[in-house]
């Protein structure tokens, strides 16, 4: 299993600003991924971050808009930038852990983003 | 691109009834997983059917996948209002490496 929390778990944020949000996990993951889920919506994935390497992004969603870092295998941050109205949606990051034939997916508990 | 489509949106039952929810992809899936979110809470893994015809069962929930690894379906028998929250299944296709595709989710409502 594995353990993870965010940073922060909610904000407020003005129009035009960014935000960083952190993600720890407390064991080391190849697979970490970061989700968006609008309230009473189902999760849109927004990149896969790679340890080392750049993240991929999923259609739709670019680097200028929601750069990621990933310096070590327990740890990634996704900054949301220059942030509009319709950024306004919770933010989820999920590790996958391999347990025998089954890739079980932990999500954090989510970071709700209001931006005004 | 890959598409999974969960039907109904909502459901609405009386403490006791029974609930099913289903889960249909557009492409065939190499394993679907299945994740319950309770009101303000994150997703939680229920469950993983990889074969083809294959159910498993967990206490009141019982799980199928589809023979053609298309579609899914998730019973719960008498609800309780325990089980309330979104259901969503989440497919992973075949040749489309560790992405998991969502479903838009249904949400059980369970009336005491």
């Known amino acids: 299993s594995a353990v993870i929390s965010q940073k922060p778990s909610r904000d407020i944020c003005q129009r035009g600003t960014s935000l960083t949000i952190q993600c720890q996990v407390d064991?080391?993951?190849?697979?970490m991924f970061w989700y968006r889920q609008q309230p009473g919506q189902s999760l849109t994935l927004i990149a896969t971050?790679?340890?080392?390497?750049?993240?991929?992004?999923e259609s739709g969603f670019v680097i200028d808009k929601f750069p990621i870092s990933r310096p070590n295998l327990t740890f990634s941050t996704l900054t949301v930038s220059n942030m509009s109205p319709e950024d306004s949606s919770i933010y989820l990051c999920?590790?996958?852990?391999?347990?025998?034939?089954?890739?079980?997916?932990?999500f954090g508990p989510g970071t709700r983003l209001t931006v005004l | 691109g890959q598409q999974v489509m969960q039907i109904p949106q909502y459901q609405h039952v009386q403490e006791g009834e029974d609930f099913t929810t289903y889960c249909n992809s557009s492409?065939?899936?190499?394993?679907i997983q299945w994740y319950k979110q309770r009101p303000g809470g994150h997703p939680v893994f229920l469950i993983q059917?990889?074969?083809?015809?294959e159910v498993k069962k967990q206490k009141r929930l019982t799980f199928q996948f589809g023979e053609a690894k298309k579609n899914s379906s998730l019973h719960i028998t008498a609800t309780q209002t325990t089980d309330v929250g979104t259901y969503f299944c989440?497919?992973?296709?075949?040749?489309?490496?560790?992405?998991?595709?969502f479903g838009g989710g249904t949400r059980l409502m369970v009336k005491p």
């Open positions: 999920s590790v996958e852990v391999p347990s025998g034939s089954i890739d079980e997916q932990f």
């Open positions: 064991s080391q993951v190849t697979m």
């Open positions: 971050a790679n340890q080392g390497s750049e993240a991929t992004y």
């Open positions: 492409t065939t899936l190499s394993n």
């Open positions: 059917l990889v074969k083809s015809g």
């Open positions: 989440a497919g992973r296709a075949q040749n489309a490496g560790n992405m998991l595709t």
